[in-house]
């Protein structure tokens, strides 16, 4: 079965779940927050044994999320 997708708020998205953003989909290992000082932003953090990557968004920006 095809996983299903639907649009969420940046503030609704939690350690743990799986997200497509800004063209990448990962698993968001941590998301800090406020970001570079930012209240308006939010960092999601990916953390695997194979990658490490930071996506910063805006909290008024949508992300795609699967499986919750």
């Known amino acids: 079965m095809a996983d ?6 940046v503030d609704d998205v939690r ?5 497509r953003h ?11 927050s406020p970001f570079l000082g930012m ?3 939010v960092c999601f953090i990916e953390d695997t044994p194979t990658r ?9 920006q949508e ?3 699967t499986g919750r």
Do not use: L, N
């Open 4 to 9: 299903t997708w639907r649009s969420i708020g």
């Open 63 to 65: 992300v795609e999320i």
């Open 52 to 60: 490490w990557a930071a996506y910063p968004a805006a909290r008024t």
């Open 22 to 32: 800004r063209e990448q989909e990962f698993t968001v290992a941590r998301v800090d």
């Open 15 to 19: 350690p743990g779940d799986r997200i």
């Open 39 to 41: 209240d308006q932003m």
